[in-house]
């Protein structure tokens, strides 16, 4: 497999170092609105929920044989993982098809951004005219998204296999990260699902580093509100440089433009 997951995560971190500049921190309001939202109410469904389903998990994944009961002291946080993964993924499916347009303008504005081109302030037409696309989009990826997850979920209930559901949950998940994120700036430049799909298989490991690292981050309170404007920049920066031929761009020469300006 093609690519350096360090490389991919580093997009990530950029992204997030990206969050407070001037000329693109009021295209992240919206985004982060939506995540202290969604993720407030994510946080409430685990507390009350989780202890019940990780029984009913655990339940179902060991036969009811007392000589393997130990085996749930060492498969708790397995399954755990498993559900807060799950619920988080679930939560952020919502929020990005909520977002989709917000977050297709914040990429368009940092692709601007990142090549020296001016920012300039978006009206509410230029948003409303995002909202079919980017929607449609969205519905793409849930297609994508609902039937692989149905699998690894089906695998869960079977006995030995269910042990290797919560990793191939976390790696398929690490790819869908990096699908959902990177196609706000290819969807942007016409670049349709299917050879977004595939660009990203050509550097693999860089898109499942930057997909693992938002996907941790996801799972960090207070840090995952950040995790969705955070992503779109990343995934800006990943796309300029890896897919565009501007590579290591110099954002300070880019930031002292702006200032002149």
């Known amino acids: 497999m093609k690519g350096n997951p360090f490389r991919g995560a580093g997009f990530f971190m950029r992204g997030l170092a990206m969050l407070p500049e001037k000329g693109i921190r009021h295209f992240v309001l919206v985004p982060l609105l939506i995540n202290i939202f969604l993720f407030s109410g994510a946080i409430w469904l685990l507390f009350d929920q989780m202890g019940y389903w990780i029984d009913y998990l655990l339940s179902s994944i060991l036969p009811d044989w007392d000589w393997l009961q130990f085996l749930r002291y060492l498969l708790w946080p397995l399954v755990a993982a498993l559900v807060l993964i799950t619920v988080y993924y679930c939560f952020s499916v919502v929020a990005n098809i909520i977002a989709a347009p917000f977050n297709g303008l914040l990429s368009e504005k940092v692709e601007q951004r990142l090549r020296g081109v001016t920012v300039t302030d ?140």
């Open 122 to 261: 978006a009206g509410w037409k230029e948003i409303v005219a995002l909202i079919p696309r980017t929607v449609a989009r969205e519905i793409s990826k849930l297609l994508y998204y609902l039937p692989r997850l149905l699998f690894l979920v089906i695998l869960t209930f079977i006995p030995v296999l269910g042990m290797l559901a919560p990793i191939l949950l976390f790696l398929f998940g690490c790819w869908m990260m990096a699908i959902q994120y990177c196609d706000y700036p290819m969807d942007n430049n016409k670049v349709n699902f299917r050879d977004m799909k595939d660009s990203l298989k050509q550097r693999r490991l860089t898109s499942v580093g930057f997909g693992g690292l938002v996907s941790i981050g996801m799972m960090i309170p207070l840090v995952n509100l950040l995790v969705m404007p955070a992503a779109v920049i990343g995934a800006t920066i990943f796309w300029v440089e890896e897919y565009t031929g501007d590579t290591e761009i110099d954002l300070t020469f880019h930031q002292d433009q702006l200032e002149q300006k």
